[in-house]
């Protein structure tokens, strides 16, 4: 691979975007745009039923070109055909990366072990499928023989937020009266509330977890089986029909007591980030139907088919990705805001700070070395119009720059002609005065816009499961091009090891004599004399 001498600072274009940014004050959005009628067109590009305008970037058609050579000139192409090829590019783990095969389609296969890959996959499903259209059709039966009303997903991180996040946004899919839960903190109250209003006899536990092993998840299952025992008599019910475990570790989950039959496993070459398309996708086909779901997972594959086949100057993932590392890596922006002009997407930030975050928030190349360019930036953000009455004050007239994704659907068959009008109309209005900006008028400079504020639109003609599906499977491409330019792996996460280790320090049973800082043994003293 590349890799070994490859630095995205050594290619040829990245010394020229360096210039380019110097000039970048000279630069107006406004400008580019009375220079070039076609413009819009230009700098749009549409997959699918999703379509994208980029045209409100603070990037020349030089810019552009030069972002579009240093994606030529890393090493893109080959790490994008290693992974698809299933190749362990998560390095530092020694894993394949394949969750774009628990999308894939038997045609896809461009190998035996593809194909293998790809029959196991269909058999995971198989048995979600089963399971999600037992407990949907009030056959999956409780203790006392009740049919199942409430599902509780028990989990944390990529066993909770895709999952949580397609259930909220494909709420106009759900079952009429199933209804699902999501507990993921290890805050007592969240559990014990949510638990407090459902009958256990009519309550189904899913504990969905890569490993079997994640502290907060266990804890929270732990709750769940005593609540069990508490109210039914129940002795050791994570043995009976009231729990399911969704998992890569079927050997843990069986320890654990759960019924062989009720683990619905997947593979070890899903990162627990891209697993809301493997069995931890569970409470999304009880939800929408195990049909549905399969169109969610039909969308993800018509963009990896887009990702893998569009030139790069067409491509949504790459276009998107080298936005990202223009302001990143050559206007110092800190951050990236996401903003979907619709509630059901409300999840779609937190959802996307694991991704991007926990994926590209790394400092060390893949050749081991320390980085000396940025890598993934902050990623933020909230509903529109919500957030135009609270952040979006510092969006115009701050001093911190802050590239914005817009997302809408273009119709809602939930909302109203009037209203989805009102809403999309803002979000129109919002990415055009961010970009024109307003003189002051004179002796009042706080009324100055200063605009030149850089924004994507990303519609989707619907928010249906298809285009649901193609949206997420878009920002993982994104954040896997640019991890790929950056030349780290966005497959590891051993940033969160270090504060698991001293957790489980600080709860040992010598917690008190435990070596910490004076600030944290202050606190920790605190806590103990107060609680
Ligand atoms: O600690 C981070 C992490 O490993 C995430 O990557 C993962 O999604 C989450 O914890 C939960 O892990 P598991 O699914 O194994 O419980």
Not at 407 to 418: F, R, T, V, Y
Request: aromatic share 8%; glycine share 6%; net charge negative.
């Amino acid at each position: 691979m590349k890799h070994k001498s490859y630095s995205p600072t050594k290619t040829d274009a990245w010394p020229k975007l360096q210039s380019q940014a110097d000039l970048v004050n000279n630069l107006s959005i406004v400008s580019l745009f009375d220079a070039d009628s076609a413009r819009a067109s230009k700098f749009s590009t549409n997959t699918g039923e999703l379509f994208l305008d980029y045209s409100k970037n603070l990037v020349s058609d030089q810019i552009w070109q030069e972002l579009l050579n240093l994606a030529k000139q890393s090493p893109l192409t080959e790490h994008r055909a290693a992974m698809f090829a299933g190749e362990a590019i998560n390095t530092t783990e020694d894993r394949a990366v394949l969750h774009a095969a628990l999308r894939a389609e038997p045609e896809d296969a461009s190998s035996e072990n593809d194909r293998q890959r790809i029959a196991l996959v269909k058999q995971q499903l198989a048995a979600v499928k089963l399971a999600s259209e037992k407990i949907r059709a009030g056959q999956w039966l409780g203790s006392t023989g009740k049919a199942i009303t409430d599902v509780v997903n028990i989990g944390i991180g990529g066993s909770d937020l895709g999952p949580k996040l397609a259930v909220n946004a494909l709420h106009e899919y759900s079952h009429p009266s199933i209804r699902l839960h999501f507990i993921s903190n290890v805050d007592g109250a969240e559990i014990l509330t949510t638990l407090k209003g459902l009958n256990p006899e009519t309550t189904l536990i899913a504990v969905a977890s890569k490993t079997f092993t994640t502290q907060e998840t266990l804890l929270n299952a732990k709750t769940a089986i005593h609540w069990f025992e508490r109210t039914l008599g129940l002795k050791d019910a994570q043995t009976s029909s009231h729990f399911i475990g969704l998992t890569a570790n079927p050997t843990n989950a069986l320890a654990y007591g759960i019924q062989a039959d009720q683990i619905l496993e997947f593979a070890e070459w899903v990162g627990g980030r891209y697993s809301l398309w493997s069995s931890i996708g569970l409470s999304i086909a009880i939800s929408i139907g195990f049909e549905q779901y399969s169109n969610m997972l039909a969308g993800a594959r018509e963009m990896d088919l887009h990702f893998q086949q569009a030139p790069l100057e067409q491509n949504m993932p790459v276009i998107m990705a080298l936005l990202g590392i223009w302001y990143s890596n050559f206007l110092n922006a800190e951050s990236i805001a996401v903003i979907p002009y619709c509630e059901r997407l409300l999840l779609l930030p937190s959802y996307l700070q694991q991704l991007d975050m926990e994926s590209n928030g790394k400092a060390t190349t893949l050749a081991g070395e320390p980085v000396n360019y940025n890598t993934g930036p902050i990623l933020w953000g909230q509903t529109g119009t919500n957030g135009q009455h609270a952040f979006f004050q510092l969006l115009h007239q701050g001093t911190r720059q802050v590239p914005i994704d817009f997302i809408a659907a273009a119709q809602d068959g939930l909302s109203n002609d009037e209203h989805h009008r009102v809403l999309l109309g803002n979000m129109l209005a919002q990415s055009a005065a961010l970009m024109s900006g307003q003189i002051a008028p004179e002796g009042q400079q706080h009324r100055y816009y200063p605009g030149n504020k850089p924004s994507n639109t990303l519609l989707l003609k619907e928010l249906s499961p298809k285009n649901f599906g193609a949206l997420i499977a878009l920002y993982e491409h994104k954040v896997f091009v640019q991890g790929s330019i950056w030349n780290i792996n966005s497959f590891d996460q051993w940033g969160v090891e270090l504060g698991k280790k001293m957790a489980n320090e600080l709860l040992g049973e010598n917690a008190t004599n435990a070596e910490f800082d004076p600030s944290t043994t202050a606190l920790f003293k605190y806590i103990a004399d107060n609680s």
